[in-house]
């Protein structure tokens, strides 16, 4: 049974950094993707990158090139979102999700982590 | 950059059919994927490719792409289908994903 596992709640000051794992279970297959979309609140989804969990290989929306780092532990089978500079607006429910090998779309979803941005 | 627009809301009574759309220029070329998300859950995946679905999903949910427009199709429409719905793309150039805004359906 495929599970992503992400951590807990995070409140942070502007300026800040902060750091999301999700862990991931259950893949039977190797090749896949995994990456990170975030949503605002009361807003819609916005896809952020993508980390390839074998290779290392990242791939980030140009919105936040500079900003965020997607990193993995393969030996705990864990992703990692690296967000930097934080500032009011990314405040949001930030979702890890995987993409089978090969395809563009999101089959599983973590339960999504909210970090706050608040002075 | 590539957008998608979907109309706010969809409202429609039970066992009746909404239609929801997804514009693009040139969308038809796309694969087009489909996210089902209720209030403070995580997004779900109920049509990919433009029309297949992942098992589990009813065949009440359908998905149709071409020209300019995708539409997500819901038949029979019950209570429980209340939710938004986003519609996605994976852009070639440039390799990033897209999201329309969300259509929220709302079943009367």
């Known amino acids: 049974q495929v599970q992503l596992v992400q951590s807990g709640a995070e409140v942070k000051k502007p300026g800040a950094s902060v750091k999301v794992s999700c862990k991931t279970s259950?893949?039977?297959?190797?090749?896949?993707?995994f990456h990170w979309v975030r949503q605002a609140p009361g807003q819609g989804l916005e896809w952020m990158g993508w980390?390839?969990?074998?290779?290392?290989?990242?791939s980030y929306a140009q919105k936040f090139q500079g900003r965020v780092t997607l990193t993995k532990d393969t030996s705990i089978a864990t992703v990692y979102m690296d967000l930097t500079g934080l500032k009011s607006d990314d405040t949001a429910v930030y979702y890890c999700?995987?993409?089978?090998?090969?395809?563009?779309?999101?089959?599983?979803w973590g339960q999504g982590t909210l970090v706050t941005v608040a002075s | 950059s590539y957008v998608l627009t979907q109309a706010p809301s969809v409202s429609v009574a039970p066992g009746q059919t909404a239609r929801i759309s997804c514009g693009g220029k040139n969308i038809g070329s796309n694969s087009v994927h489909w996210y089902q998300q209720k209030p403070g859950q995580a997004p779900v995946l109920i049509v990919y490719d433009d029309s297949d679905r992942p098992s589990g999903i009813p065949e009440r949910f359908s998905g149709s792409n071409s020209g300019n427009t995708a539409t997500l199709t819901i038949s029979k429409v019950e209570a429980g289908d209340e939710a938004d719905y986003y519609c996605q793309v994976w852009v070639g150039s440039g390799d990033h994903h897209v999201f329309g805004a969300g259509t929220k359906v709302t079943v009367l």
């Open positions: 999700a995987s993409a089978p090998p090969y395809t563009h779309y999101f089959d599983f």
């Open positions: 259950g893949y039977t297959v190797s090749g896949y993707y």
């Open positions: 980390i390839h969990p074998n290779t290392g290989d990242t």
